[in-house]
């Protein structure tokens, strides 16, 4: 029986999970690199995870979750996508800070609490960024990133990876654009040579990074 997560190994545990469902090899460097932190620090961490039962680590030093690592980082990630929720509708905070604050009270919601924020949210598949709850992943799937859209096409935004919030810089930057679930975008460049890749949001032209652009998913506008 593992005893409780504390708030790091949760973190460590959720971002495990999400690089894990998209297909990613999950290795230290990685982690470092997502979450700024130093390499030393995660190998730390990581040796902490494997004593405890939550990851597994092969001789190519891939990480992997146990069992109670995949339902403890479901569990976390939950918390996490209900909280943006709590905070968006309740208390109005804006999308860009969601993520950030969400992590200060997740690790922290009792049970009873969580099934609370269910009912009165009405059990969300997403989360106010658009990322599937865990064991929701259908309801993100059929959105596509926005550069498998060729030029002129008029598409909704639907979600910003879990990867984009993760870098606040990032969502201040989307959040400056006007870049948010719902909006409506049309692809002015899709030039995969010549690295440019260009939207039309509000009559305004916008640049985007091939990288950004790939963590941005739509879904094509009835009749465009
Ligand atoms: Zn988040
Ligand atoms: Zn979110």
């Known amino acids: 029986m593992n005893k409780a997560p504390t708030a790091t190994i949760e973190d460590y545990l959720g971002i495990i999970y999400t690089l894990q469902r998209d297909g990613e090899e999950v290795i230290g460097a990685r982690l ?56 968006s509708r309740v208390l109005n905070i804006p999308l860009s800070e969601l993520h950030e604050e969400a992590h200060k009270i997740e690790h922290t919601l009792s049970p009873l609490v969580e099934e609370q924020l269910i009912t009165s949210l009405d059990d969300p598949n997403v989360c106010p960024h658009g990322n ?21 096409s008029v598409a909704i935004i639907r979600r910003i990876h879990e990867l984009l ?11 400056q654009l006007g870049i948010q679930p719902g909006v409506i975008v049309q692809v002015n460049a899709n030039d995969r040579a010549n690295y ?7 009559d305004q032209l916008i640049q985007l990074s091939f990288e950004t652009a790939e963590k941005l998913f739509a879904e094509n506008l009835p009749g465009h």
């Open 196 to 202: 440019l890749f260009e939207i039309i949001l509000n």
């Open 32 to 87: 470092a690199e997502i979450m700024h932190v130093s390499a030393p620090t995660v190998t730390v961490t990581l040796k902490r995870m494997l004593r405890d039962g939550w990851i597994e680590i092969d001789e190519k030093k891939r990480v992997t979750l146990t069992e109670s690592g995949y339902e403890a980082a479901r569990s976390v990630l939950r918390r996490h996508m209900l909280t943006e929720w709590l905070l």
């Open 132 to 152: 599937p709850l865990p064991g929701q992943e259908n309801a993100s799937q059929h959105w596509l990133p926005l550069t498998g859209f060729i030029e002129g």
């Open 165 to 175: 919030e993760e870098d606040y810089n990032m969502m201040t930057r989307l959040a």
